[in-house]
């Protein structure tokens, strides 16, 4: 059940970052998130912080050279030694590119890459109700699921909460746009190589996670 080394894949607001928390957890591996490093970056107010945000902020893609970069340094580190779940990476063609080069000249070896697919018209109300616990990252949202007790973490009782600056309607359709230009086109690349199985995401949180370990247990 462990040394799962995978892609996970899908559209903004599919679920992606939720269920490789989950999975983290169950196979004892890493989620490796570009979102969350550059998120990282633009917190800390680094140069590359700074250059990222205006991106992000718009819907955009940072650099292909930056995100190979950022995920070739990770996979060095220890904790990825048992395996990882890559998060929004890889999401254009010379990004799988780099990938491919990296994990070859790593000696690593893909098990799966899996596609959690969510209809669009399902993800802008997913997206723009969203926000997290701002201490253990717990995550809420305005219709489908808000804390047991209002404004009250259910994982940890914190009382603050944040909201990501990229999570509004207008990004978000510029989001989809970039997915389905730029991202989508990898499922066949990976389809070709017999990596990719597709999970309904448009199902509650649970029933996915059971449909992507039936996919890597198989
Ligand atoms: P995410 O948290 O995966 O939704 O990513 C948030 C934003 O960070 C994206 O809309 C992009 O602007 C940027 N980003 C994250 N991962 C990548 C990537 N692999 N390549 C380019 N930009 C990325």
Same mark, same amino acid.
């Given at each position: 059940?462990?040394?799962? +080394?995978?892609?996970?894949?899908?559209?903004?607001?599919?679920?992606?970052?939720?269920?490789?928390?989950?999975?983290?957890?169950?196979?004892?591996?890493?989620? =490796?998130?570009?979102?969350?490093?550059?998120?990282?970056?633009?917190?800390?107010?680094?140069?590359?912080?700074?250059?990222?945000?205006?991106?992000?902020?718009?819907?955009?893609?940072? @650099?292909?050279?930056?995100?190979?970069?950022?995920? @070739? *340094?990770?996979?060095?580190?220890?904790?990825?030694?048992?395996?990882?779940? =890559?998060?929004?990476?890889? +999401?254009?063609?010379?990004?799988?590119?780099?990938?491919?080069?990296?994990?070859?000249?790593?000696?690593?070896?893909?098990?799966?890459?899996?596609?959690?697919?969510?209809?669009?018209?399902? =993800?802008?109300?997913?997206?723009?109700?969203?926000?997290?616990?701002?201490?253990?990252?717990?995550?809420?949202?305005?219709?489908?699921?808000?804390?047991?007790?209002?404004?009250?973490?259910?994982?940890?009782?914190?009382?603050?909460?944040?909201? +990501?600056?990229?999570?509004?309607? *207008?990004?978000?359709?510029?989001? =989809?746009?970039?997915?389905?230009?730029?991202?989508?086109?990898?499922?066949?690349?990976? *389809?070709?190589?017999?990596?990719?199985?597709?999970?309904?995401?448009?199902?509650?949180?649970?029933?996915?996670?059971? *449909?992507?370990?039936?996919?890597?247990?198989?």
């Amino acid at each position: 059940m462990t040394g799962k +080394r995978l892609i996970l894949m899908g559209p903004p607001g599919g679920g992606k970052g939720t269920q490789a928390k989950v999975l983290e957890d169950a196979y004892g591996i890493v989620q =490796l998130s570009t979102g969350d490093m550059l998120r990282a970056a633009v917190a800390a107010g680094t140069d590359l912080g700074k250059q990222a945000k205006t991106i992000m902020d718009a819907g955009n893609l940072v @650099s292909d050279e930056i995100v190979i970069g950022m995920i @070739s *340094e990770r996979l060095d580190e220890a904790d990825c030694a048992n395996g990882f779940i =890559l998060d929004g990476f890889p +999401r254009t063609v010379a990004q799988a590119e780099g990938l491919d080069l990296m994990l070859k000249d790593k000696g690593i070896v893909l098990d799966s890459v899996v596609e959690i697919r969510v209809p669009d018209q399902k =993800l802008v109300d997913r997206i723009t109700g969203r926000f997290t616990c701002s201490k253990c990252g717990e995550g809420y949202h305005d219709t489908f699921k808000l804390p047991k007790t209002a404004d009250t973490c259910d994982a940890c009782g914190n009382t603050e909460f944040t909201r +990501r600056a990229d999570d509004n309607a *207008e990004t978000v359709k510029s989001r =989809l746009k970039t997915y389905h230009e730029q991202t989508s086109p990898l499922l066949p690349f990976y *389809e070709s190589r017999g990596l990719l199985a597709v999970v309904d995401g448009d199902q509650e949180m649970g029933a996915v996670t059971i *449909e992507i370990k039936r996919v890597l247990d198989s």
